[in-house]
């Protein structure tokens, strides 16, 4: 089994659903409630002017009754204008009120058209005069000219207040935007990154408060991981002396199977020290390339002869590239010890451009490793003995971050194969800087 580490933070959590920015929702939302304002209040205002133009022409029709009534009883006959005596279409609720002895006035709504007005009073002989009148066409005009004012004024208010939410939730939706890089680049390791300095400005709102509480626990995680780093590396540091001691006095042990033992057994304790001082360093960001000019196949092919010469070597396209040499051996060797230990042979390597690929034919990276990616300590194994310590590929991931290049991993599983079914093998692909497209003009193909 191999090792694995978790990654910080993914790139992009994909969700299902609509997304919509912050910008467009207070917009909606301003838009929607004034909307609504504005509908309630011109429902209030065109109400309060109707009922106030009815009075005034049920006071007007009130005064001319007045005066018809008073022409009657001193001419005897209805000689005021429009003013009718015993008209049967009195409606029924003026004509109650007139049968009590009062004078009153009524407003009856036309089928298809505007209100009716009506006034009516008693007379002394038993008679009853009425005045049917209706708006005036004038008070109809103003009407129809504050309705259209008031529709004029909601699609103002409706379309300045969208305005001002795009405007509003804009500026907000970029803070917010700003706050959101910054900290994914603080979780990718920049340590240098504030988001208060990101998001900028002279506000002081919530925003300014959450970069706040970002920035402070940023600041408190990364002096959590300072210090543990520091006391891995000084453990580390302070069991080399004996250690390398130890390995001193077993080699003046005499020559027999005990002292293969024990030899054995002092060295791999060295591999694991010089290894987790290795990984302190790596995690301490301090670690800088020593960039030289190689041609890329021509190294790689030389290096793996060297180290394994059972290894194939396939240059498709030579690239010269720039690069630490030492760094990238440390890559390229991890890589091909990680899959003699955990594959099966052949063992292939493929140089095209500035890609490498390191391949194997055994059962493939498990699947928290092509997940999460290599963990240190961690080999996917229950058995700890003679499986290493889960930190080759740690390593190697970690100088390919000093290299400014991408380390990535996966099995060889032909097409509609169940998840079930083993690979066929596993490919750690080292992406180099400026890798794609490669120098041919090609994107590298996985084999």
Known sequence: MRGYFRRPVPARVQRAGIRTGLRWKLSAAIALVGALVTIVLSLVVHNAARVSMLDNARDLADERMQTAQRNYELSGRPNFPNIKMDDPRLPQELHQKVEDGRRATFVSDRRGGGPDIWAAVPVKDGHVLSLHTGITDRSTDILKDLDRALVIGSIAVVVGGSALGVLIGGQLSRRLSKAAAAANQV??????????????????DETYDLASAVDAMADALQQRLEAERRVTADIAHELRTPVTGLLTAAELLPPGRPTELVLDRAKAMRTLVEDVLEVARLDGASERAELQ?????????????????????????????????????????????????????????????????????????????????????????????????????????????????????????????????????????LWLPEHAPTNTGSYPMLP
């Open 187 to 204: 979780a990718n390791g920049e340590t240098d990154v504030r988001v208060r300095d990101a998001i900028g400005g002279v506000v002081r």
């Open 293 to 429: 000019d190689i041609m890329l196949g021509e190294f790689v092919t030389r290096r793996v002869a060297a180290k394994d010469p059972a290894v194939e070597v396939r240059v498709v396209h030579e690239s010269e590239v720039t690069t630490d040499p030492r760094r990238l051996e440390r890559v390229l060797f991890n890589l091909l010890a990680n899959a003699a230990r955990h594959g099966e042979p052949p063992i292939e390597v493929t140089v095209e451009g500035r890609v490498v690929r390191v391949r194997d034919h055994g059962p493939g990276f498990p699947e928290e490793l092509l997940a999460e990616g290599p963990s240190r300590f961690r080999t996917g194994s229950s058995d700890r003995a003679g499986h290493g310590h889960g930190l080759g590929l740690t390593i190697a991931a970690g100088q390919a971050r000093v290299l400014g290049a991408r380390l990535t991993f996966r099995n060889i599983r032909p097409a509609g194969t169940p998840p079930h079914i083993p690979a066929e093998g596993a490919v750690a692909v």
